[in-house]
């Protein structure tokens, strides 16, 4: 059976202390590349497996954009989401699905509450129960229908590994990772997704990211990389984590489920990370770091957005300790 990387490719990457005391740990890989796509820091085995889950939305978006659809600005953010189903989000669908000339039972997304706490309430209150819109895949799904329309294929089974645009997302991870897609399975939005390296990724990621400053590159991948840091909102939420690293910084930055993270910044430096226990805590923390220790960010910037999206760790309501790097990782990085 295929498998992700095991405790003997990982090192520990993050900790968390409590009072002085290292209560727990976060095991995984992490790679940073430059713009060639040359590994500049690896931690663990860059080379082991993973699936990427959300990290791959742009590149599925790119795809839809490949089939025609004539996405424009939030849209296109929207397209490579995994957001938290505001209401500013949800009517942003909506509008896609419109423009597509399809409905909201044609999404073939889970229903979901908003993970926006207003809107959420207002869900409940007005006794709209779940919603597909509401759903963190559901931009990536609008675009899908929309190509779907765009070339007359069948919306029914836009989400068949066979189907032509899936076919077409995978011609696309392929081309930006540089390297064969080995395994398909099933991602929680129904999606197929692919199994990649960890290193494949940050390539990708890398190229996606160098796009609006390169005349060889796809016009849709400078579009998308471009629409990402102009609507970070969109990407995931007012707020929240990924959207402040790319309205502060100006850095690419997108999760995936299962504790995997990606970061990118203009000049091609990009990370990948997955926690090998698929929990996400501290993988913005080691990202960022990585980004700084390349010099893609200095240590001013580094401070600044840290200081934003780190939690720090309670005891009743007062701070008691931190979520931060393992030592064997700041030894490495010194």
Known sequence: MPETMNSSQAVDLIVVERNGFIESRHSGVAVAVDASGKILTALGDPHGLVYPRSTLKPFQAMASMQSGVPLRGAEVALACASHIGSAEHMELAKIMLAKAKVSVDDLQCPEAWSAHESTRIDQVLDGEGKSKLAFNCSGKHA?????????????????????????????????????KISHLGVDGCGAPVPVISLAGL??????????????????????????????????????????????????????????VLVLAAPNGTAVAVKMLDGAGRGADILGLTLLAHAGAINAEQLAGILAKISRPILGGAAPVGSVRLADSVVELLD
Not at 159 to 170: F, N
Not at 232 to 258: R, Y
Request: proline share 5%; with cysteine.
């Open 202 to 259: 940050a390539r990708a990621v890398s190229k996606l990211a160098q796009a609006p400053g390169s005349k060889h590159s796809d016009a849709r991948a400078a579009t998308i990389a471009t629409a990402m840091l102009d609507y970070p909102w969109a990407v995931q939420g007012h707020d929240m984590p990924n959207t402040l690293v790319m309205e502060d910084l100006g850095v690419i930055a997108k999760l995936g489920a299962e504790g």
């Open 143 to 179: 675009a899908f229908l929309w190509a779907c329309t765009e070339n007359g294929w069948d919306t029914k089974t836009y989400l068949s590994p066979e189907h032509p645009l899936q076919q077409r997302v995978i011609e696309v991870v392929e081309e930006y990772a540089g390297e």
